[in-house]
T-cell receptor
Framework: AQSVTQLDSHVSVSEGTPVLLRCNYS??????LFWYVQHPNKGLQLLLK??????LVKGINGFEAEFKKSETSFHLTKPSAHMSDAAEYFC????????????FGAGTRLFVKA | GAGVSQSPSNKVTEKGKDVELRCDPI?????LYWYRQSLGQGLEFLIY????????KSGLPSDRFSAERTGGSVSTLTIQRTQQEDSAVYLC????????????FGSGTRLTVV
């Protein structure tokens, strides 16, 4: 069975500095990987997805993630944080369509200081 | 519609009462999912519908929880004899048949059982 681990429950950065949110996964297959963002009192919004094409994936709002099979990682990065990036971020691994075939990480809360 | 619509956005109910939560998915999305998000927790899978197939109910926490999807579109999640531990945000998502495209989430229903 697949699993996903977000290595940090909280990350705090200053505005204008780089963001790194770490995600490791395990899967018996070649999974699809996603990052979602959830702003307070909002639903989850898809940031980006990896589905066995290019290993460096660019998403919305300047975020990108790199799939590293050898490290089983899919870390989310952004060169320069903005105050509006403060939110909860979820890494997701999926082995196909269906309920438990898609696993959400526990989330990483990003704080951005002025 | 343009997005996934959930209603009500907030619901306060007394312990022991039944509640119904509604989800209107994106038109043409064959897959529909219900998740529960408790305070400070990740997403807990509840139930998954795909087209006319039998739903995957393996995530429902007890027999007080049920869901139906009429005409392959609108879904209703029903919680009978609500308990305080049912208090959470209930999120609905829909996707194309191939979940590689990611999910589109609604804004959720915040349920408070008093």
């Amino acid at each position: 069975a697949q699993s996903v681990t977000q290595l940090d429950s909280h990350v705090s950065v200053s505005e204008g500095t780089p963001v790194l949110l770490r995600c490791n996964y395990s899967s018996s297959y070649s999974p699809s990987l996603f990052w979602y963002v959830q702003h307070p009192n909002k639903g989850l919004q898809l940031l980006l997805k990896y589905t066995s094409a290019a290993t460096l994936v660019k998403g919305i709002n300047g975020f990108e993630a790199e799939f590293k099979k050898s490290e089983t990682s899919f870390h989310l990065t952004k060169p320069s944080a903005h105050m509006s990036d403060a939110a909860e971020y979820f890494c997701v691994v999926s082995e196909g369509t269906g309920g438990f075939k898609t696993i959400f990480g526990a989330g990483t809360r990003l704080f951005v200081k002025a | 519609g343009a997005g996934v619509s959930q209603s009500p956005s907030n619901k306060v109910t007394e312990k022991g009462k039944d509640v119904e939560l509604r989800c209107d998915p994106i038109s043409g999305h064959t897959a529909l999912y219900w998740y529960r998000q408790s305070l400070g927790q990740g997403l807990e899978f509840l139930i998954y519908f795909q087209g006319n197939s039998a739903p995957d109910k393996s995530g429902l926490p007890s027999d007080r929880f049920s869901a139906e999807r009429t005409g392959g579109s609108v879904s209703t999640l029903t919680i009978q004899r609500t308990q305080q531990e049912d208090s959470a945000v209930y999120l609905c998502a829909s996707s194309r048949w191939d979940s590689d495209y990611g999910y589109t989430f609604g804004s959720g229903t915040r349920l408070t059982v008093v």
